[in-house]
DNA sequence: TTAACGAACATTGCATGCAGTGTTTGTGCT
DNA sequence: AGCACAAACACTGCATGCAATGTTCGTTAA
């Protein structure tokens, strides 16, 4: 008899991935008593779950008024990219110094699967290829506590793409990403957290200029 | 009637307060009930500001045996300070931009005051003085994202100071927020930024020859 | 018809109950 | 004394109760 899982983390992760997924869009009333009935368990792991979510600014929460999945306006989707493109930067500084092989083999192996999505106009796939190539650079980067604000990051990032469409293009984006692996390649941290600054700044430009 | 703020806000601080000042150093159990009886709330509240307190890394929690303080390993202490490098850096980068005569009007201030500390050796409310000039260009560079994170890293290093002494010294702080003012007032972005990593890469250097 | 009002209903946030689990303490044995 | 073991105790995590508050919807008045 081990479970070791809270029943409120199970919650927890069922709610963030309904919201990140979108089935529970902007808006989306987060009710305690409702939830708890749907998933069959009590209030309690509910409730916690929520406040977690509050805290990862994945729900919004008002006093005797419970939470709602909250919409991320545009200066709160600015301020994101100004942490994100410090934050990725940072991490392809750390990964150019831990740059070996097993890295080198799995960044190749994205970029190759990238650029068949692109070829396919696969949006979808897109969006998990683009993540998988930020998330083996973060991990390179052996930095948990920038590797883990990246991630809140970019849940509110994706509740965000599903309003506003800021994708600077599947191409461009594939593009941008052989260029911080051969940033990354050559040894040189500057290059690299250049590399990968450039790549969001590229999108903050673009949010900035679409008011 | 208008509390408007939950019992379990009010834990949340007084607890974040006595574990930043040190009065439950790292070790300490966080016992619901124990907290509870205390502070005279039911165990709900508190249990509530607790799972707060281990979202932030301010409390450490296992399953089945509660929360305690944690202690910040060196590397756990590293990994915080390269997202601080990252970050504030970027607070800078944004506070250049939105320099006016009233950042440069309180900064000054606190330059000042922060000399006098200096000379009278006050180690405390150099601590003090150190935060209010980061808080101060956080605040200018309207990045709520930025700030949150910088907040959340600023915890975990204030329970890492009192076990390491990885202060660079007194007088060599004031220098480098000097360095940063100028940086700031010259309007120059990248100078902004520049000058700002180097203050906290110092430090790193420093935690990272300690081993 | 539409706007204002109020009663019925649902939810929130805090309090408390309880089974399972971990910890501590006291006891007996070597 | 030192150690094994068990019983007593305490705590965790989930379930549920409850008063206060918020929301909804039907009814009434203009």
Redesign the interface.
């Known amino acids: 008899m081990e479970p ?3 029943v409120g983390e199970r919650v927890y992760r069922t709610l963030r991935r309904r919201i990140l997924t979108g089935e529970f869009p902007p808006g989306t009333r987060l009710s305690v008593p409702a939830i708890a009935r749907e998933l069959g368990v009590s209030r309690s792991p509910v ?2 779950a929520v ?2 979510l509050g ?2 600014g994945l729900a919004q929460e008002t ?1 005797n008024r419970g939470a709602i999945v909250p919409q991320i306006d545009h200066d ?1 989707l ?3 990219y ?2 994100r ?3 990725e ?2 991490t392809a500084r ?1 990964a150019t110094v831990n740059f070996g092989p097993g890295v080198r083999r799995r960044l190749l192996g994205i970029l190759d699967e990238h650029d068949e999505v692109v070829a396919a106009g696969d949006f979808t796939r897109h969006i998990d290829v683009d993540a998988a190539f930020h998330r083996e650079i973060r991990t390179a980067a052996c ?4 590797a883990r ?1 990246l991630e809140e ?1 970019q849940g509110q990032v994706m509740i965000a793409m599903r309003s506003t469409s800021v994708s600077g293009g599947m191409a461009h984006a594939v593009e941008d990403h052989r260029k911080i692996f051969e940033a990354l390649a050559s040894g040189d941290p500057d290059a690299g957290e250049a590399a990968a600054r450039q790549h969001i700044s590229r999108l903050t430009s673009l949010l900035r200029t679409h008011v």
Chains 1, 2 share one sequence.
């Open positions: 070791g899982e809270r409730r916690d406040l977690q805290n990862e006093f709160q600015v301020s994101l100004e942490a493109e410090a934050l930067g940072m750390l930095s948990p506590v920038v604000m990051i």
